[in-house]
């Protein structure tokens, strides 16, 4: 038995990657309730919007109004989508202290999603971090299609660990390795993770796991197995992506937290409060949710 760690830290997904593929129009309220709520159920990180362009994630248009209106004095970290300058300095006007830069490990995937080349990205963020520091903020990097590409098929680890370097090298304090289509298996997660590590420390890297497959638990083991100690999650298992046709959503934070809470290992969340803020955003959304948790404790709710 591989020693485990005894806490992991979750950030919280489902009101950024969760909704932004949402077509009914969500209202800015609601959206608060559902962050609130999450932030209430203990979430230590919550990626609550994208200041990206308004046409390509109209979803996600009311991203000013949402960040304002958070608490930014609570304990919970605040974090944000930021494509470019201009995502940046409406982050910055909205009072955020986190952002988050993505890339990927595929040029056909960015071309599709932010229109540059990884290499343009790289360039792009660069000035943003640069920026963002001296405005005392911190910055997650994101390496999206990690594992395989919806357009461009099978990746190459050593692209990856390139990317990788490249985001901490400018400054981002995080890297998110993303499985953006959901379709590696644990035995990709050690491949990959462990050519990473060898480049930046095991507690910067975090999992962010699409479940289309249905592999994301077993994937998020395997991550725990070599060190791996934060985890992105969405509520209700929520999402998909708009440039990767198909693809579910992110790993459900509540199959998350059984698992965790399962398996002895500190979250800070509480599950029946993550349950009412699911709730809240299946209400909303007229329709039930994806996590194998949430449907439990709802049969369980109407019996
Ligand atoms: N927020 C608001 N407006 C923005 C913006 C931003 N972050 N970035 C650019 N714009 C505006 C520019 O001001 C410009 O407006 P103008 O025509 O009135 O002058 C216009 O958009 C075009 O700017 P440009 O720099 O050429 O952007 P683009 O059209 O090449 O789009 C991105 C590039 C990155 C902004 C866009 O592709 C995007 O937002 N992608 C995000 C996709 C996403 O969120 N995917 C899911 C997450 S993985
Ligand atoms: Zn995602």
Known sequence: MPKLPDAVHIIEVGPRDGLQNEPEHIATDTKLAFIRALQA??????????????KAIPQLADSGAVATQLDHSAACEWMALVPNDKGLQRAIDAGLKRIAVFTAASDAFTEKN??????????TFAGVVEQARSAHMTVRGYVSTAFVC?????????????????????????????DTIGAA????????????????????????LHDTYGTALA?????????????????????????????????ATEDLVYLF????????VDLGKLFA??????????????????????????A
């Open 41 to 54: 159920a203990g979430l230590p990180t919550i990626e609550a919007t994208s200041f990206v362009h308004p």
């Open 114 to 123: 932010i229109r540059m080349s990884v290499a343009q990205s790289l360039e």
């Open 150 to 178: 919806p357009y461009a098929g099978e990746i190459d680890t050593a692209k990856v660990v390139d990317v990788s370097k490249a985001l901490w090298a400018m400054g981002c304090d995080e890297i998110a390795i993303s």
């Open 185 to 208: 298996a644990p035995t990709d997660i050690h491949r990959v993770v462990e050519a990473v590590a060898q480049a930046l420390p095991i507690d910067r890297i975090a999992l962010h």
């Open 219 to 251: 994937n998020i083991y395997a991550g725990l197995e070599i060190g791996v100690t934060r985890f992105d999650a969405s509520a209700g298992g929520l999402g998909g992506c708009p440039y990767a046709k198909g693809a579910s959503g992110n790993v």
């Open 261 to 268: 809470d399962r398996m002895g290992i500190q979250t800070g």
């Open 277 to 302: 803020a699911s709730n809240l955003i299946a209400k909303a959304l007229n329709r039930d949710l994806p996590s194998k948790q949430w449907q439990r404790l709802h049969a369980a709710s109407i």
